[in-house]
């Protein structure tokens, strides 16, 4: 399985959230999965895509060519695409990912997980989604998702059933391989 990992590539996270990161990419390799990201060096992106390298994972990095002047880019990536723009990277991220896991991330992650979410209700895809809650970091936004449902501004059955959540490595692979 192809899995594509969205997540902050600040180099301000806290450390928690990194060596968690490392160890989803370790895990992802391990279960012989290929590790699709934003090829970024640093935070989160940098600590996943080090634990699959490290683990002899296949991993494919994807980047507009000018986001190396925001962070580093991932160079032990076994293929990088460039692109000119986030939307042709996200785009990108779609065709060759076969699921996706939310880790925690800013604005561009938020970006990247609501696309995922709205095409998925969309039927343009249907993959699957995991948001991992790791140290509880995504409760206020699945707290905001609830408000929305209780205000009627989205769907409760359908809208919510467009993604899963787990708070645990082994969690985020329980829904990915046997859900």
Known sequence: MRICVYGAGSTQIKSKYTDEAY?????????????????GSTGIMGAVSKGAIDNHGKVLGIAPEWMEEFEGICKDCDEFIYT????????LFLENSDAFIIAPGGIGTLDEFYEVIVLKKLNRHDKKIVIFNMFNYY?????MIDFMIEEGVIRAGRDKKTF???????KVFKILERE
């Open 23 to 39: 160890k989803l990419g370790e895990e992802i390799a391990k279960r012989g999965h290929d590790l699709v990201f934003g090829g």
């Open 84 to 91: 000119e723009s986030m939307d042709e990277r996200k785009k």
């Open 139 to 143: 409760d206020h936004m699945l707290e």
């Open 164 to 170: 899963k959540i787990a708070d645990s490595i082994e």
